[in-house]
Protein backbone atom coordinates (compact mmCIF):
# COMPACT_ATOMS: atom_id res chain seq x y z
CA UNK A 1 0.00 0.00 0.00
CA UNK A 2 2.73 2.24 0.59
CA UNK A 3 5.39 1.17 -1.61
CA UNK A 4 4.13 3.98 -4.58
CA UNK A 5 5.04 6.72 -2.16
CA UNK A 6 8.27 5.05 -0.90
CA UNK A 7 9.30 5.64 -4.50
CA UNK A 8 9.42 9.36 -3.99
CA UNK A 9 12.91 10.27 -2.55
CA UNK A 10 11.86 10.67 1.33
CA UNK A 11 11.18 14.24 2.51
CA UNK A 12 12.69 14.93 5.79
CA UNK A 13 10.86 14.82 9.18
CA UNK A 14 10.73 18.51 9.59
CA UNK A 15 9.56 19.44 6.18
CA UNK A 16 6.85 16.72 6.42
CA UNK A 17 5.82 17.65 9.83
CA UNK A 18 5.15 21.13 8.66
CA UNK A 19 3.57 20.23 5.11
CA UNK A 20 0.98 18.08 7.60
CA UNK A 21 -0.15 21.07 9.19
CA UNK A 22 -1.49 22.41 5.85
CA UNK A 23 -2.06 19.16 3.64
CA UNK A 24 -3.58 16.17 5.77
CA UNK A 25 -2.68 13.88 2.93
CA UNK A 26 1.22 15.02 4.15
CA UNK A 27 0.17 13.37 7.62
CA UNK A 28 -0.62 10.48 6.04
CA UNK A 29 2.35 9.94 4.41
CA UNK A 30 4.63 11.10 7.60
CA UNK A 31 2.25 8.30 9.36
CA UNK A 32 4.02 5.91 6.69
CA UNK A 33 7.14 7.27 7.27
CA UNK A 34 7.09 6.77 10.52
CA UNK A 35 6.09 3.41 10.25
CA UNK A 36 8.96 2.51 7.96
CA UNK A 37 11.40 4.51 10.57
CA UNK A 38 9.37 2.37 13.47
CA UNK A 39 11.09 -0.82 11.25
CA UNK A 40 14.27 0.59 11.33
CA UNK A 41 14.17 0.10 14.92
CA UNK A 42 14.53 3.16 16.03
CA UNK A 43 11.91 5.35 18.50
CA UNK A 44 9.73 7.64 17.33
CA UNK A 45 6.95 9.66 19.09
CA UNK A 46 4.18 11.30 17.99
CA UNK A 47 2.48 14.54 18.84
CA UNK A 48 -0.10 17.17 18.49
CA UNK A 49 2.29 20.18 17.09
CA UNK A 50 0.33 22.43 19.33
CA UNK A 51 0.96 20.16 22.62
CA UNK A 52 4.62 20.20 21.25
CA UNK A 53 5.25 23.55 20.60
CA UNK A 54 3.60 24.07 24.42
CA UNK A 55 5.77 21.65 26.02
CA UNK A 56 9.00 23.59 24.61
CA UNK A 57 7.57 26.72 25.70
CA UNK A 58 6.76 26.13 29.29
CA UNK A 59 9.94 24.07 30.06
CA UNK A 60 12.14 26.91 28.89
CA UNK A 61 10.65 30.14 31.00
CA UNK A 62 13.61 32.18 30.82
CA UNK A 63 13.23 35.28 32.95
CA UNK A 64 14.38 38.55 32.97
CA UNK A 65 16.97 38.78 35.25
CA UNK A 66 15.12 42.49 36.70
CA UNK A 67 14.72 43.01 40.53
CA UNK A 68 13.08 46.18 42.04
CA UNK A 69 13.30 45.93 45.73
CA UNK A 70 12.58 43.12 48.74
CA UNK A 71 10.56 40.59 46.51
CA UNK A 72 13.98 40.41 44.28
CA UNK A 73 15.72 38.54 47.41
CA UNK A 74 12.89 35.86 47.63
CA UNK A 75 13.52 35.67 43.96
CA UNK A 76 17.42 35.16 44.10
CA UNK A 77 16.56 32.53 46.94
CA UNK A 78 14.09 30.84 44.31
CA UNK A 79 16.82 30.32 41.82
CA UNK A 80 19.42 29.66 44.30
CA UNK A 81 20.65 26.08 44.87
CA UNK A 82 17.89 25.31 47.96
CA UNK A 83 14.74 25.85 45.53
CA UNK A 84 16.06 25.45 42.48
CA UNK A 85 14.12 27.06 39.65
CA UNK A 86 16.39 25.31 36.89
CA UNK A 87 14.26 22.41 38.04
CA UNK A 88 11.37 24.12 35.90
CA UNK A 89 13.45 25.32 33.09
CA UNK A 90 13.11 28.68 34.44
CA UNK A 91 16.73 29.13 36.30
CA UNK A 92 18.52 30.83 32.74
CA UNK A 93 17.92 34.70 34.19
CA UNK A 94 18.47 36.51 31.12
CA UNK A 95 20.53 39.63 31.21
CA UNK A 96 18.86 41.32 27.97
CA UNK A 97 14.81 41.34 27.55
CA UNK A 98 15.35 40.24 23.61
CA UNK A 99 16.38 36.77 25.04
CA UNK A 100 13.51 36.98 27.74
CA UNK A 101 10.32 34.94 27.82
CA UNK A 102 9.19 36.05 31.29
CA UNK A 103 9.58 39.31 33.43
CA UNK A 104 8.95 38.86 37.18
CA UNK A 105 8.53 42.39 38.21
CA UNK A 106 9.59 41.63 41.95
CA UNK A 107 9.29 44.44 43.82
CA UNK A 108 7.93 47.84 44.42
CA UNK A 109 6.97 50.17 41.05
CA UNK A 110 7.76 54.10 41.43
CA UNK A 111 5.80 56.13 39.42
CA UNK A 112 9.55 57.28 38.31
CA UNK A 113 10.04 53.59 37.60
CA UNK A 114 7.16 52.47 35.82
CA UNK A 115 8.36 54.20 32.03
CA UNK A 116 11.50 51.77 32.80
CA UNK A 117 9.39 48.59 32.99
CA UNK A 118 7.18 49.36 30.22
CA UNK A 119 10.30 49.71 27.77
CA UNK A 120 11.89 46.36 28.82
CA UNK A 121 8.74 44.68 28.71
CA UNK A 122 8.42 46.28 24.92
CA UNK A 123 11.51 44.76 24.60
CA UNK A 124 10.91 41.60 24.69
CA UNK A 125 9.65 39.25 22.06
CA UNK A 126 6.32 37.64 21.71
CA UNK A 127 5.25 35.21 23.12
CA UNK A 128 6.23 37.16 26.74
CA UNK A 129 4.48 37.03 30.29
CA UNK A 130 4.05 38.67 33.29
CA UNK A 131 4.27 37.93 36.67
CA UNK A 132 3.56 39.91 39.54
CA UNK A 133 5.48 39.21 42.38
CA UNK A 134 4.30 40.74 45.54
CA UNK A 135 1.95 43.00 47.03
CA UNK A 136 3.02 45.92 45.76
CA UNK A 137 3.09 44.84 41.93
CA UNK A 138 -0.51 43.58 42.48
CA UNK A 139 -2.29 47.05 44.50
CA UNK A 140 0.55 49.19 46.00
CA UNK A 141 0.97 46.94 48.89
CA UNK A 142 1.72 48.70 51.99
CA UNK A 143 1.90 51.83 49.91
CA UNK A 144 -1.61 51.47 48.36
CA UNK A 145 -3.22 54.47 50.94
CA UNK A 146 -0.69 56.87 51.50
CA UNK A 147 2.41 56.25 49.15
CA UNK A 148 2.38 59.45 47.00
CA UNK A 149 5.10 57.76 44.88
CA UNK A 150 3.96 53.94 44.02
CA UNK A 151 2.09 52.99 41.48
CA UNK A 152 -0.86 51.13 42.75
CA UNK A 153 -0.52 47.88 40.85
CA UNK A 154 1.28 47.14 37.49
CA UNK A 155 -1.67 45.90 36.05
CA UNK A 156 -1.90 49.56 34.82
CA UNK A 157 0.63 49.42 32.32
CA UNK A 158 1.59 45.96 31.64
CA UNK A 159 -0.56 42.90 30.85
CA UNK A 160 -0.15 40.80 34.04
CA UNK A 161 -0.67 36.77 33.13
CA UNK A 162 0.31 35.60 37.25
CA UNK A 163 -0.21 37.57 40.42
CA UNK A 164 1.99 36.33 43.32
CA UNK A 165 0.56 37.65 47.02
CA UNK A 166 2.71 37.80 49.52
CA UNK A 167 5.22 40.56 51.84
CA UNK A 168 7.57 38.98 50.00
CA UNK A 169 6.09 35.40 48.65
CA UNK A 170 8.18 32.94 49.68
CA UNK A 171 9.97 30.83 46.89
CA UNK A 172 7.58 28.19 47.19
CA UNK A 173 4.60 30.66 46.39
CA UNK A 174 7.17 31.75 42.69
CA UNK A 175 7.22 28.30 41.69
CA UNK A 176 3.87 27.72 42.41
CA UNK A 177 2.96 31.16 40.19
CA UNK A 178 5.64 29.43 37.51
CA UNK A 179 3.92 25.89 37.41
CA UNK A 180 0.53 27.68 37.15
CA UNK A 181 1.92 29.87 34.43
CA UNK A 182 3.26 26.67 32.33
CA UNK A 183 -0.48 25.14 32.68
CA UNK A 184 -1.71 28.72 31.23
CA UNK A 185 0.95 28.38 28.29
CA UNK A 186 0.07 24.82 27.85
CA UNK A 187 -3.33 25.88 27.20
CA UNK A 188 -2.11 27.74 24.73
CA UNK A 189 -2.78 26.50 20.78
CA UNK A 190 0.23 28.36 18.97
CA UNK A 191 -0.38 26.94 15.69
CA UNK A 192 -3.81 25.91 15.20
CA UNK A 193 -4.61 29.54 16.15
CA UNK A 194 -2.32 30.86 13.27
CA UNK A 195 -3.29 28.40 10.50
CA UNK A 196 -6.56 26.86 11.05
CA UNK A 197 -8.81 29.45 12.51
CA UNK A 198 -10.27 32.05 10.35
CA UNK A 199 -7.86 34.97 10.14
CA UNK A 200 -10.62 37.07 11.10
CA UNK A 201 -11.86 34.96 14.05
CA UNK A 202 -13.81 37.13 16.57
CA UNK A 203 -12.80 34.96 19.32
CA UNK A 204 -9.76 36.46 21.15
CA UNK A 205 -6.53 34.48 21.06
CA UNK A 206 -5.24 34.97 24.20
CA UNK B 1 35.12 66.90 73.74
CA UNK B 2 31.58 66.74 74.57
CA UNK B 3 28.66 69.08 73.20
CA UNK B 4 28.82 71.86 75.69
CA UNK B 5 32.64 72.50 75.62
CA UNK B 6 32.75 72.71 71.41
CA UNK B 7 29.67 75.09 72.28
CA UNK B 8 31.75 76.94 74.73
CA UNK B 9 34.41 77.01 71.50
CA UNK B 10 32.23 78.12 69.12
CA UNK B 11 30.44 80.47 71.25
CA UNK B 12 33.48 82.65 71.80
CA UNK B 13 34.37 82.48 68.34
CA UNK B 14 30.99 83.14 66.46
CA UNK B 15 29.63 85.43 69.60
CA UNK B 16 25.83 85.88 68.65
CA UNK B 17 25.44 83.71 65.68
CA UNK B 18 25.60 80.82 68.30
CA UNK B 19 22.61 80.32 70.40
CA UNK B 20 22.91 79.72 73.91
CA UNK B 21 22.81 76.51 75.32
CA UNK B 22 19.75 74.80 75.86
CA UNK B 23 19.80 71.46 78.03
CA UNK B 24 17.97 69.09 76.05
CA UNK B 25 14.70 67.45 77.27
CA UNK B 26 15.05 63.83 75.46
CA UNK B 27 18.02 63.05 72.66
CA UNK B 28 21.21 64.45 71.79
CA UNK B 29 22.12 68.24 72.52
CA UNK B 30 22.16 69.68 69.44
CA UNK B 31 24.18 73.55 68.75
CA UNK B 32 21.74 75.96 67.26
CA UNK B 33 23.27 78.77 64.59
CA UNK B 34 22.36 81.77 62.50
CA UNK B 35 21.76 79.89 58.89
CA UNK B 36 24.02 82.76 58.00
CA UNK B 37 26.86 81.74 59.35
CA UNK B 38 26.33 77.69 59.14
CA UNK B 39 29.12 77.70 56.74
CA UNK B 40 32.00 79.30 58.43
CA UNK B 41 31.03 77.42 61.83
CA UNK B 42 31.62 74.69 59.57
CA UNK B 43 35.10 74.94 58.16
CA UNK B 44 35.93 75.59 61.78
CA UNK B 45 34.68 72.38 62.95
CA UNK B 46 36.67 70.25 60.14
CA UNK B 47 40.07 72.61 60.60
CA UNK B 48 40.44 73.54 64.07
CA UNK B 49 43.06 70.99 65.97
CA UNK B 50 40.95 70.54 69.08
CA UNK B 51 37.25 69.67 67.11
CA UNK B 52 38.75 67.84 63.72
CA UNK B 53 35.21 67.06 62.23
CA UNK B 54 35.93 64.67 59.52
CA UNK B 55 32.83 63.15 58.48
CA UNK B 56 29.51 64.54 58.11
CA UNK B 57 26.93 62.06 58.91
CA UNK B 58 24.01 62.98 57.44
CA UNK B 59 21.76 65.81 56.58
CA UNK B 60 18.26 66.02 57.01
CA UNK B 61 15.55 68.60 57.43
CA UNK B 62 12.21 68.61 59.55
CA UNK B 63 9.16 70.53 59.14
CA UNK B 64 8.04 71.94 62.02
CA UNK B 65 4.78 73.61 60.17
CA UNK B 66 5.90 77.30 61.26
CA UNK B 67 9.82 76.79 60.24
CA UNK B 68 11.63 74.01 58.48
CA UNK B 69 14.72 73.02 60.40
CA UNK B 70 18.29 71.39 59.20
CA UNK B 71 20.03 68.98 61.24
CA UNK B 72 23.64 68.22 60.50
CA UNK B 73 25.34 65.72 62.44
CA UNK B 74 29.16 65.34 62.16
CA UNK B 75 31.25 62.72 63.41
CA UNK B 76 35.07 62.87 64.14
CA UNK B 77 36.95 59.89 63.16
CA UNK B 78 40.12 61.27 64.98
CA UNK B 79 38.89 62.43 68.28
CA UNK B 80 35.86 60.04 68.54
CA UNK B 81 33.26 62.86 69.27
CA UNK B 82 30.23 63.90 67.68
CA UNK B 83 28.36 66.80 67.23
CA UNK B 84 24.38 68.11 65.74
CA UNK B 85 24.37 71.14 64.31
CA UNK B 86 20.91 72.95 63.86
CA UNK B 87 19.92 75.87 61.62
CA UNK B 88 15.89 77.30 61.33
CA UNK B 89 15.28 78.30 57.98
CA UNK B 90 11.89 80.93 57.02
CA UNK B 91 9.46 78.24 55.81
CA UNK B 92 8.14 80.32 52.82
CA UNK B 93 11.91 80.52 50.98
CA UNK B 94 14.02 78.06 53.21
CA UNK B 95 17.64 78.94 51.82
CA UNK B 96 21.07 77.91 53.62
CA UNK B 97 24.98 77.73 52.59
CA UNK B 98 25.87 74.24 50.85
CA UNK B 99 28.22 72.43 52.57
CA UNK B 100 29.43 70.24 49.71
CA UNK B 101 32.47 72.13 49.68
CA UNK B 102 33.41 71.73 52.93
CA UNK B 103 32.40 67.73 53.30
CA UNK B 104 31.76 66.29 49.22
CA UNK B 105 29.00 63.99 51.12
CA UNK B 106 26.88 66.69 51.38
CA UNK B 107 25.78 67.19 47.70
CA UNK B 108 23.60 63.88 47.72
CA UNK B 109 22.55 64.91 51.40
CA UNK B 110 21.32 68.12 50.17
CA UNK B 111 19.81 66.82 47.61
CA UNK B 112 17.31 64.54 49.23
CA UNK B 113 16.42 67.09 51.57
CA UNK B 114 15.85 69.81 48.73
CA UNK B 115 13.75 66.65 47.32
CA UNK B 116 11.95 65.77 50.02
CA UNK B 117 11.96 69.17 51.90
CA UNK B 118 11.83 71.69 49.42
CA UNK B 119 15.22 73.55 51.04
CA UNK B 120 17.68 75.25 48.55
CA UNK B 121 21.20 75.35 49.44
CA UNK B 122 22.71 77.85 47.89
CA UNK B 123 26.22 77.34 45.63
CA UNK B 124 25.21 73.59 45.47
CA UNK B 125 26.91 72.22 42.32
CA UNK B 126 24.20 70.23 41.14
CA UNK B 127 20.83 70.69 42.97
CA UNK B 128 18.26 68.74 41.21
CA UNK B 129 15.55 66.25 42.57
CA UNK B 130 17.62 62.85 43.80
CA UNK B 131 14.86 60.53 44.07
CA UNK B 132 11.68 61.56 42.45
CA UNK B 133 10.85 62.55 38.22
CA UNK B 134 12.51 65.85 37.38
CA UNK B 135 9.09 66.99 36.95
CA UNK B 136 7.26 65.82 39.99
CA UNK B 137 5.45 68.99 41.48
CA UNK B 138 6.02 70.02 45.41
CA UNK B 139 7.71 68.71 48.11
CA UNK B 140 6.52 65.51 49.77
CA UNK B 141 7.60 65.72 53.18
CA UNK B 142 6.30 68.76 54.34
CA UNK B 143 3.45 68.36 56.35
CA UNK B 144 1.01 69.96 54.14
CA UNK B 145 1.98 67.85 51.38
CA UNK B 146 -1.32 66.84 48.95
CA UNK B 147 -0.20 63.89 46.89
CA UNK B 148 -0.91 64.38 43.09
CA UNK B 149 -4.06 62.73 41.98
CA UNK B 150 -2.39 61.20 39.01
CA UNK B 151 1.37 61.04 37.64
CA UNK B 152 2.18 60.23 33.66
CA UNK B 153 -1.24 59.43 33.19
CA UNK B 154 -1.13 56.38 35.98
CA UNK B 155 -3.81 57.48 38.51
CA UNK B 156 -2.54 57.44 42.04
CA UNK B 157 -6.59 56.16 43.79
New interface residues.
Given amino acids: MGTEILKTPAPTAEELLGRAVQDPRDLTRYLYYLRNVRAEGLSVAVAPLDAAINWSRASSIWPLTFGIACCAIEMMATGAAKYDLDRFGAGAFRPTPRQADLMIVAGTVT??M??RVRRLYDQMPEPKFVMAMGACTIGGGPYSR?G??V??GID??LPVDVCVPGCPPRPEALIDALMYLQRKIAADRPVTDRYLRPFFSKEKRR | MNPREIHTLLKERFGEAVRDWTEPEVGDSSLDLDSGSLHDVCVLLRDDSALRFDFLRLVSAVDRTDRIECVYHLWSYELAHSAALRVELDRSDPRVASLSDVWPTAEWHEREAYDMMGVVFENHPHLHRI???EDWEGY?LRKD?V??RE??G????
Fill in positions: HKAPLYHVKRF | LLPPYAPYNLTNE
